[in-house]
């Protein structure tokens, strides 16, 4: 199985992606876990976590363009299950869900 993650992540400090790194930490034992998460284009791995720090911080399209980033993944890795953290993302978390089932 092979699984999304959408939310913050170390080594940003805060409760949503420490959180994620415990819950991703644990899940990486069962299935492929991948985190998409706020960066500047730059792949890691941590732990064992393949983590894609890929969101810009602050832009307007924002929710556009993790709409296009989780097409675009998931075409390359066909993922089973793809989680979204409200709490990372706000206001545009129901935009990015819309645009995530739009064919654009």
Request: hydrophobic share 45%; proline share 3%.
């Amino acid at each position: 199985m092979k699984v999304l993650f959408l939310t913050r992540f170390p080594p940003e400090k805060d409760g949503v992606g420490d959180y994620t790194y415990e819950l991703v930490s644990y899940l990486k034992k069962y299935c492929d876990v991948f985190v998409l998460t706020f960066g500047n284009r730059k792949e890691e791995l941590i732990n064992g976590i393949r983590v894609l720090r890929f969101i810009p911080q602050n832009s307007f399209f924002k929710g556009y363009i993790v709409s296009r980033l989780i097409n675009v993944l998931n075409l390359n890795f066909d993922f089973d299950l793809v989680h979204f953290q409200t709490a990372s993302f706000t206001l545009i978390g129901i935009f990015i869900c819309f645009l995530c089932f739009l064919k654009v």
